[in-house]
């Protein structure tokens, strides 16, 4: 059976009343996981990133994001909720903090979103976490990673870093509404082949249908889709994500698609799958639903690549001829206005470097900016 996770995200606003009420909607609707999302502003973005329309108006996006953040109290209480009723707890970091409160209170499974694939100071940070349980002889805590707006050889890095044991890997677009069209979903099989681990969907289309079932169709074995009690409400991801009753429909779909698969087999299975979704859909749309299985960025998230992902900014303007401290840089989404700096790989490269040029707050480090310590 598929593990099907409803993404609650900050649709709650932080009200812990409306919290409690998605994880009931959650459960009541056939999800068997809830997932939050543990924010500090300071965490993913730059004061100056820009701003963000939202339903209400025109807003700072690190302001909406500081509106989202909750105490590690409310998640604790959203965790013990979830284990209540009856469904796992899984929870995105986006930092350090986030990751550090989070693994205090011990989630079923650590959601690394898409654009914090390349945040290896946190990956090394959960992967350091992970190599102490094992040493202690300790159950390993679950990884679930997605992989909208990335690249192959991103996937392989944040893979190298995490291993194999007890790490998932989605598929996703990052792109909101992601076209169904574009989703290649054989990138479930294809994937699982590469990396040797089970895959799935994080799936940010519109449809409740077509890409979940479909990506069970291909081997997927994990689905995860935004819930909310109401597509009307702020949210920032409220706009493409299912109210209860498609929330439902989906659950319902998708272990429809388990049973033809698992009472015809693959190659039948997948043919009485296909033929049943063309008929709502049509036979063309299915087929490029299903995709060629070749990784690459899809059209819809091209132009997010280097700019949802992260890259190394700085957080103050700095003279030509200073030292750049720790605190001088940060890990962090660029988004919407600013430059896109050098990849968090090169982290330890820029702190204690010397700049050769004045630098702007906010903007991207590049490597022609200075001049790397020496060793």
Avoid at 204 to 214: A, I, Q
Avoid at 293 to 319: D, F, Q, V
Wanted: charged residues 25%.
């Amino acid at each position: 059976m598929s593990l099907i996770i409803a993404e609650i995200g900050t649709s709650h606003e932080g009200d812990e009343k409306k919290a409690f009420s998605l994880i009931d909607a959650s459960v009541d609707s056939g999800a068997d996981a809830v997932k939050f999302q543990w924010v500090y502003a300071d965490e993913i973005l730059h004061p100056l990133t820009g701003i963000v329309n939202l339903p209400g108006g025109q807003i700072s996006l690190y302001s909406r994001f500081r509106q989202l953040e909750c105490t590690p109290e409310f998640y604790k209480k959203m965790c013990d909720y979830a284990h209540k009723r009856g469904v796992k707890f899984i929870c995105s970091p986006f930092g350090l903090r986030s990751l550090r409160e989070l693994l205090e209170i011990n989630p079923d499974a650590v959601k690394i979103a898409s654009p914090e694939l390349n945040h290896f100071p946190m990956l090394n940070a959960l992967a350091e976490y992970r190599m102490n349980l094992i040493n202690q002889g300790k159950t390993l805590i679950p990884v679930i990673l997605s992989s909208g707006v990335s690249k192959l050889s991103d996937i392989e890095k944040a893979v190298s870093i995490l291993g194999k044991d007890d790490v998932s890997l989605l598929h996703c677009i990052t792109s909101y509404p992601a076209p169904e069209e574009e989703y290649n979903v054989s990138l479930d099989s294809s994937l699982k082949a590469i990396f040797g681990i089970e895959t799935g969907v994080s799936d940010h289309s519109l449809d409740p249908v077509l890409v979940p079932s479909l990506s069970v169709m291909c081997g997927g074995s994990i689905i995860e889709k935004h819930i909310t009690l109401s597509r009307e409400t702020m949210g920032l991801d409220d706009p493409v994500a299912l109210e209860p009753e498609q929330f439902a429909l989906m659950v319902h779909c998708v272990h429809q698609t388990e049973a033809v698969m698992n009472r015809y087999g693959v190659a039948e299975g997948r043919k009485a799958v296909i033929n049943q979704l063309s008929e709502s859909y049509g036979r063309e749309k299915v087929l490029a639903v299903i995709g060629d299985g070749i990784k690459k960025l899809a059209h819809a998230e091209e132009a997010n690549y280097g700019r949802t992902n992260r890259s190394i900014h700085y957080m103050r303007p700095i003279k030509a001829g200073e030292y750049v401290s720790a605190n001088d840089v940060a890990v962090l989404r660029t988004e919407k206005i600013l430059s896109p700096g050098i990849s968090p790989e090169f982290l330890d490269d820029v702190v204690g470097s010397i700049l050769v040029k004045d630098v702007e707050n906010g903007a991207g480090v590049q490597f022609l900016d200075f001049i790397k310590k020496s060793k």
